[in-house]
Structure formats: structure tokens, C-alpha cells
């Protein structure tokens, strides 16, 4: 588990979230909870309150893991190399594996552009064992899904 500083006395009245103690790198964009409120972090700025059961905070509730954080070049590289699915993900406005289409926006952290990676439902999933889809991140668009893939008999194909 991660360890963050806040740049308050507590989630409420602080205005950021830090990986650092001295409060100089700003933690990736996402929700931070204190187990009673949580709040968005955007851009290094936290969005106002909000009450635990109506937030997006926590992990997906379907489930939503990449492999990482690592790029690997080409779709076809899935299909017959070993990776393992451990990246934690959330989708911009919610959802998890099932909700992933061409156009979704993944939040959090920078991902590779223009790189693949393969997503699963069930964190530790390893390629060789199949159950993932392959996604390509936009070269242009920040965290934006181009493309969803599979491995089938003639290699990588869109799905």
C-alpha cells in the first residue's frame, strides 16, 4: 500500500496529496479517502468532499488491471510472452473491465502513449493463462483507449 502526505491537518482541509514528505511531488490523479469522505485529485488540486458511498474512490468495483508499468511494443507480443496483470485501474466516470471500450479514458497516472497493454478483471492474471484483452493507449490523447484487442489464431486482432 502507498503512502501519501497531505499539505492539511487531514483529507478535509488540505488542498493536494504528496508521494514525498517534503510535499514536492504531487500524487497521481485519482480518489483519496480517509474512510469518510473522498476526494478527487486533479492536476495536483483536491475537487471538494464527497460522502464514501457516492464517490468513485476505491478499487473498480468490477475490477480493472493492467499489465505494467511497462509498455511492450506490439499487440502481437501478448499472445505468446508471459506478462503479469497487477496495475490497479479506475475508468473516468466509473466501471471496471467490462466497461472498457474504444474511447475510454483511464484515470490515474500517465500511461505509455501510443503502447498496449493487457487488462484483465482478476489482478495477478498471467497472459499465458488468457482471460485479458489488449488496449492501446492513444499517441495523442492523454490515457484515451484507441483500440481493444485479443490474441486469437492468427495472432493479435481486434476485438
Known sequence: MAVYFLDGTNLTNSTA???????????????????????????CTLWQAEDCPSCGG??????????????????????DTNYIISLTKLLVGGG????????????????????????????????QNGGFRILKISATVTNYVDSISV???QGCQVA
Open 17 to 43: 496529496v504528496f508521494t514525498d514528505e517534503e510535499l514536492v511531488n504531487c500524487a497521481p490523479d485519482g480518489y483519496y479517502s480517509d474512510g469518510n469522505i473522498s476526494r478527487r485529485l486533479v492536476d
Open 58 to 79: 476505491g478499487p473498480p468495483p468490477s475490477g480493472l488491471f493492467l499489465s505494467g508499468p511497462a509498455t511492450y511494443g506490439a499487440c502481437e507480443n501478448f499472445c
Open 96 to 127: 471496471g473491465y467490462a466497461d472498457v471500450t474504444q474511447g475510454s479514458v483511464i484515470q490515474g497516472e500517465v500511461l505509455q502513449a501510443g503502447g498496449f497493454y493487457a487488462y484483465s478483471d482478476t489482478q495477478y492474471t498471467q497472459t
Open 151 to 153: 490474441c486469437g489464431s
